[in-house]
């Protein structure tokens, strides 16, 4: 009973934010991201994002194998050793390394793949999730790209600055998002 | 701020990003497919309280002139045509640009082909950035916020927005409390896979 209240996110109050909990309420968790926002914009200058690293670690990788990509100004912008472009890799990497930790103070185990991928795409197959992965990915970075902006930097940023661009892309995002998980998924 | 110092604080911002990710579930396949089918609200939650307190601690170092606003700049056709690619990546993912790195660390396997399909998109959006940009950001208004549509101030209108986004929160949660969306391994998976103790009386068993 004990283990269950601990999956379910703690103690009968309800509150329990300790780092050996599973689950955290919503609402702790979002006021700790959205608290986020003082560092990056005092320390850094900047507002919490994510999207532009990809650019940043894709570019570099890329002018190994082809040296004249740096003649794209965007990508030479992004690949720049400047304090943001580099922040926002460490802040990604830094998102792996917490998630990390929180999983295994908490004990949590994670299969391979979530369960929920084998209803969601009819089949259990470890090569068509991965598949899917990789072209996911691909379209969602470069989709960011076009909008300037992914969940964070046009979501939780641009939408806290009341900014007309973010809120169209979240809506846009939503409707896409929506769009597709009814449409090209079985319902999970 | 020297380049050692910026990764330094990226890394420990990183790591707290990556616990309240982690701890919030929201970070999971199940949570992100299962929102976008109207079958879970954690990311819903998690994303517009982070949005209100977001606004909000912006608007008091706002308001104590330390801190200058970063918009970003308004194109019709990309906001719209980037957002939908984005959110069509997110449901077949179940993961965000920022999230996917969370599924990596709790170790999901199939996250680093997303990862590298990401890395590969936007490498891709960097070569093909000098043709789009003059057809998607031919023209546009600008930095325009709904400040500079309103003519309200942004401190008014960051603590109106944050009541808004806490009214909706209170009324969702009254509806569906966030534990009857975590499922029995907190991974928002309630099919007939996973282990039964799933408190939603709705489902149907196992066919």
């Not at chain 1, 955290?24 to 914009?41: D, E, R």
């Not at chain 1, 917490?98 to 259990?124: C, D, E, K, N, Y």
């Not at chain 1, 989709?143 to 900014?163: F, I, K, N, P």
Request: hydrophobic share 55%; with cysteine.
């Amino acid at each position: 009973m004990s283990e269950i209240a601990q999956a379910r996110g703690g103690s009968g109050s309800g509150f329990a934010c300790s780092l050996k909990a599973k689950a955290w309420s919503p609402y702790v968790a979002g006021i700790l991201i959205g608290l986020l926002q003082v560092p990056a914009f005092l320390l850094i200058e900047t507002a919490l994002g994510a999207s532009s690293s990809y650019v940043t670690v894709g570019g570099i990788a890329a002018s190994w194998i082809d040296p004249a990509v740096t003649n794209i100004d965007y990508v030479a912008k992004h690949i720049a050793a400047t304090g943001k472009n580099w922040w926002q890799v460490a802040l990604v990497i830094g998102v792996a390394i917490g998630a990390f930790l929180s999983m295994r103070i908490s004990g949590a185990r994670r299969q391979p793949i979530s369960p929920i991928w084998s209803r969601a795409l009819g089949t259990s197959s470890p090569g068509v999730r991965y598949a899917v992965a990789f072209g996911a990915g691909f379209v969602m970075l470069f989709g960011a790209r076009v909008a300037d902006g992914c969940t964070s930097g046009h979501g939780l940023s641009g939408m806290a600055q009341l900014a007309v661009s973010s809120t169209v892309a979240v809506a846009a995002m939503f409707a896409g998002g929506i769009a597709t998980a009814l449409l090209l998924l079985r319902r999970i | 701020m020297s380049l050692v110092q910026s990764i330094v604080i990226g890394l420990l911002m990183g790591t707290v990003f990556g616990v309240a990710l982690e701890k919030s579930r929201v970070f999971e396949p199940g949570m992100i497919v299962g929102q976008m089918q109207f079958r879970n609200f954690i990311m819903l939650k998690v994303f517009l309280t982070a949005v209100a307190t977001g606004a909000l601690v912006i608007a008091a170092l706002h308001g104590f002139g330390l801190v200058k606003l970063a918009p970003k700049a308004t194109f019709y056709a990309a906001d719209v045509v980037g957002g939908l690619m984005l959110g069509a990546g997110i449901a077949l993912a179940g993961a965000c640009p920022g999230t996917v790195l969370a599924q990596v660390g709790v170790g999901y396997r199939d996250a680093l082909f997303t990862l590298l399909g990401g890395i590969a998109g936007a490498t891709a959006f960097g070569y093909a950035e000098p043709v789009l940009k003059p057809v998607l950001a031919a023209s546009g208004p600008g930095k325009i916020t709904f400040m500079d549509l309103t003519g309200l101030s942004y401190p008014v209108m960051a603590v109106g927005l944050a009541a808004v986004l806490v009214l909706i929160l209170v009324g969702l949660e009254m509806w569906r409390p966030w534990r009857a969306d975590l499922g029995a391994d907190v991974d928002g998976d309630f099919g007939p896979a996973a282990p039964a103790k799933t408190t939603r009386s709705h489902l149907e068993p196992a066919e």
